[in-house]
């Protein structure tokens, strides 16, 4: 359940909500994250033998049709500097450690 | 609030006060801003686990204008899924910061420790009380 707030004067955007999710998906084009997680794994493995002792623990983000990827430890940081070399691109995080998550949830 | 010297419209406010719902979840409101201009509140889980700055509900991203800038492997409990990413703007206690948010299934709003951190968090369960404030407000 979403809460809301209710009542204050500058709620304006509540009514988005009743939007449903087939309008939304008009709107913004799905990213298959199987895919894209599958193109760069291999990147990202390759990636953690040349540089996993030395950024242990930084995050790479690799954008996979150029194969570029972008290193950091802070993952906005890191994802702000991939959009401006690529701003239509999509990207895949991954932390250089035995576990790639970035986040715990 | 604001002092002699600062201007109303400029003062920033330190606390934020946020509540505690029927299940006991910590709930604190924050503004999501859409790409056209439109500000959005909803109250958001204060998630203890969570090592990120925030998650919405994926519909919620998309129907906001997010960015979607891909994803990532994300850890939940002993198994891990993956999540896209996007990136938002996004105010809490009146700080308007650029964000990375996490996407979910699940249509609830949650905070992490980026978004707490240099902050103090304070829930009275007696009282039913939560505040957030800047370290340095409170001192």
């Known amino acids: ?105 | 609030m604001a002092n002699e010297e600062t201007p109303l419209y400029l003062a920033k406010p330190k606390t934020i006060k946020g509540q505690i719902d029927e299940a006991g979840r910590v709930l604190l409101p924050v503004t999501l801003m859409a790409s056209d201009g439109f500000e959005l509140v909803v109250e958001a889980v204060i998630n203890l686990e969570f090592t990120g700055a925030i998650v919405v509900p994926e519909s919620l991203a998309r129907s906001i204008g997010w960015r979607c800038l891909g994803a990532r492997r994300v850890q939940i409990g002993s198994h891990i899924e993956l999540l896209h990413h996007y990136i938002g703007l996004m105010s809490l206690g009146g700080t308007t910061q650029t964000v990375v948010a996490l996407g979910s299934y699940r249509n609830v709003a949650e905070v992490g420790h980026k978004l707490l951190s240099g902050r103090r968090l304070t829930v009275d369960f007696a009282t039913q009380e939560v505040i957030v404030q800047n370290s340095l407000a409170s001192d």
Not at chain 1, 68 to 85: C, H, M, N, P, T
Request: glycine residues 4%.
């Open chain 1, 1 to 105: 359940m979403l809460h809301l707030i209710e009542g204050k004067p500058w709620q304006k955007g509540i009514y988005l909500l009743d939007l449903s999710n087939n309008v939304m998906a008009l709107v913004t084009k799905d990213i298959d994250m199987e895919e894209l997680d599958k193109a760069c794994w291999p990147i990202f493995q390759q990636l953690m033998e040349e540089l996993g002792e030395r950024y242990h623990n930084w995050i790479v983000v690799i954008e996979p049709v150029s194969k570029q990827y972008f290193l950091g430890q802070d993952d906005q940081e890191v994802l702000s500097r991939a959009r401006k070399k690529h701003p239509l691109g999509v990207f895949f995080a991954y932390r250089l450690n035995e576990n790639p998550a970035i986040d715990s949830l």
